[in-house]
């Protein structure tokens, strides 16, 4: 079954233009993982928020998580047309058992 | 570092075949080996996980098996291949800092 959903589903922005995707999840989970993935492409880790911890930067990543409503979010700052790309949010439970929201497609248009 | 070979990328199989994907990982020992599906335009679901040589734990029930002959080898395999089969079919090793490293995934089509 899936974690949860992710909101919106589709996002179209300019280039420079800041990129909020957000995520839900069901369960209790250990920490709360973002992905990205290129059209017909593997994943590729972006950013592991614990969940102890409630902000984390990476580079011009940034994301949150609210254990309390069960959400993260994902903020790409100042988007650039490589962004382009769907990314996916992914809840590890107890087990070692990762699963995956439905997804957020990001296109950035130059 | 690790490395995930998935093979062949794509594959077009008629109903009723046999099916056999095969994962072989790099640079780690004992891994956290997973099979996820994906359909087109959704999240992953995942199939299979295994923790170790020989064990095999079952997300859902379906038409597909799981099988760990070799700590750094994860086999996906199907006796008759339905067309509800069809999907992008993604190995994954679990990291020592927690991420996942995906393989690059085969592209299954069941005619």
């Known amino acids: 079954s899936q974690q949860g959903e992710e909101d919106p589903q589709a996002l179209s922005i300019q280039e420079g233009e800041n990129a909020t995707m957000n995520c839900s999840y069901k369960t209790s989970i250990n920490n709360l993982q973002w992905y990205r993935q290129n059209s017909g492409r593997g994943l590729v880790h972006l950013i592991l928020?614990?969940?102890?911890?409630r902000e984390k930067h990476s580079g011009r990543l940034r994301v949150t998580l609210d254990t309390s409503k069960k959400s993260s979010s994902l903020l790409i700052t100042a988007s650039r047309a490589a962004d382009t790309a769907s990314y996916f949010c992914?809840?590890?439970?107890?087990?070692?058992?990762?699963?995956f929201g439905e997804g957020t497609q990001l296109t950035v248009n130059p | 570092s690790q490395t995930i070979h998935q093979w062949p990328a794509t594959l077009v199989q008629p109903v009723g075949s046999p099916l056999s994907l095969e994962c072989t990982v790099e640079g780690t020992s004992n891994p956290n080996l997973y099979w996820y599906r994906q359909a087109a335009g959704r999240g992953l679901q995942l199939l299979f996980y295994s923790v170790g040589i020989g064990q095999i734990s079952s997300e859902v029930p379906q038409n597909l098996s799981a099988s760990r002959p070799q700590d750094r080898q994860f086999i996906l395999s199907s006796k008759k291949l339905l067309l509800s089969d069809s999907g992008f079919y993604l190995c994954?090793?679990?990291?020592?800092?927690?991420?996942?490293?995906f393989g690059s995934g085969t592209r299954l089509t069941v005619v």
């Open positions: 928020i614990r969940s102890n911890e």
């Open positions: 992914a809840g590890e439970t107890s087990g070692s058992r990762l699963t």
């Open positions: 994954a090793l679990r990291g020592p800092n927690y991420g996942y490293t």
